[in-house]
């Protein structure tokens, strides 16, 4: 069983819509919690940083953290088709030497 | 041209040969990372490096070699190519955070 556990999708949904990605984890260690956002033939980008539990937010994307559960969700509202991507989740433990581990990620499509 | 740079983008090549893929950083961060990004598979660390001189394993180093003698460089080398070893390359860095910046990725195929 791997690490970390995420839905490969693809997920389809229309314009407008309130988007949920999910990533599950093993390692109750993780304290440090990031989205990526990869667009086709590109490097992964930097979306979300969250330490610990808890909410954050930044314009249409929220990143939420449920330790307990160990269980992570990134919501996008209103979304467009310029959000049609791959995300990726990802985390590591203190003093894991920044390495991070990575989620297979989940490919989105966002449809006009 | 600031940030994470990789070169070549794209390079094909033949079973046995030796490649070796350049990473460029100017930050001067610390941390520097190769992966490999596959279907189903995500992205898999190589090798990492935590500071010039410094280098460990990661998760599938096999048939890889790394050196860092400066900081900002990264060069990855494919010792002899196999087939399995097609695949496209990611190097990132991290600084005094822990999140990671990638580059823009080199598409390898070896025939």
């Known amino acids: 069983q791997k690490e970390v556990e995420q839905d490969p999708g693809p997920l389809s949904v229309p314009e407008g819509a309130i988007v949920s990605l999910n990533c599950t984890y093993s390692?109750?260690?993780?304290?440090?919690f990031m989205w990526y956002r990869q667009y086709s033939r590109k490097g992964p980008e930097l979306l979300m940083y969250t330490y610990s539990s808890g909410n954050k937010e930044d314009g249409r994307f929220t990143a939420q953290v449920d330790k307990s559960s160990k269980y992570i969700s990134l919501f996008i509202r209103d979304s467009q088709p310029s959000d049609s991507a791959t995300y990726l989740c990802a985390m590591t433990v203190p003093g894991g030497g920044n390495k991070l581990t990575f989620g297979t990620g989940t490919q989105l499509k966002v449809e006009l | 041209d600031a940030g994470i740079t990789q070169s070549p983008r794209y390079k094909i090549t033949e079973t046995g040969r030796q490649v070796t893929l350049m990473c460029h950083q100017t930050?001067?961060?610390?941390?520097m990372f190769w992966y490999r990004q596959d279907l189903g598979h995500g992205l898999r660390l190589i090798y990492y490096?935590?500071?010039?001189?410094?280098?460990d394993k990661g998760e599938v180093p096999d048939g890889y070699v790394v050196s860092r003698s400066k900081t900002e460089n990264f060069p990855l080398t494919l010792e002899s190519a196999t087939r399995s070893q097609t695949s496209v390359y990611f190097c990132a860095s991290s600084g005094v955070g822990n999140e990671q910046f990638f580059g823009p990725g080199t598409r390898l195929t070896v025939l």
């Open positions: 390692n109750s260690a993780f304290q440090y």
């Open positions: 490096s935590a500071a010039a001189d410094i280098t």
């Open positions: 930050w001067s961060h610390s941390y």
